[in-house]
Nanobody, 121 residues
Framework: QVQLVESGGGLVQAGGSVRLSCAASGRTFGTYTMGWFRQAPGKERESVAALSWSAITYYADSVKGRFTISRDNAKNTVYLQMNSLKPEDTAVYYC???????????????WGQGTQVTVSS
């Protein structure tokens, strides 16, 4: 069992930066792929970034070069550094954990409660 708690969301102006954190409980954190997803009103949840236990990294095309995912296994925490934010990045951001390497929502077994990020123009 893994419990995830996100923090760090809020209101930011376009062009600004935000860092999201996701603290995980459980001794097997280091064996999971950690992913960040987002869901805007009226849209499906989409993968933003993922980082496997073996350092395989994925980014959605829409965030490449602007977002960076990282993890600190000693602290059981995964981060999402978001730079050059755009209004279209506005969404609820979720972190999730999967025993598999990938970005498919259905393969993620554990989810946080989500944190709102709002980017004003």
């Amino acid at each position: 069992q893994v419990q995830l708690v996100e923090s760090g969301g809020g209101l930011v102006q376009a062009g600004g930066s935000v860092r999201l954190s996701c603290a995980a409980s459980g001794r097997t954190f280091g064996t999971y792929t950690m992913g960040w997803f987002r869901q805007a009103p009226g849209k499906e949840r989409e993968s933003v970034a993922a980082l496997s236990w073996s350092a395989i990294t994925y980014y959605a095309d829409s965030v490449k070069g602007r977002f960076t995912i990282s993890r600190d296994n000693a602290k059981n925490t995964v981060y999402l550094q978001m730079n050059s934010l755009k209004p279209e990045d506005t969404a609820v951001y979720y972190c999730a954990a999967s025993p598999k390497i990938g970005t498919v929502v259905a393969t993620y077994d554990y989810w946080g409660q989500g944190t709102q990020v709002t980017v004003s123009s």
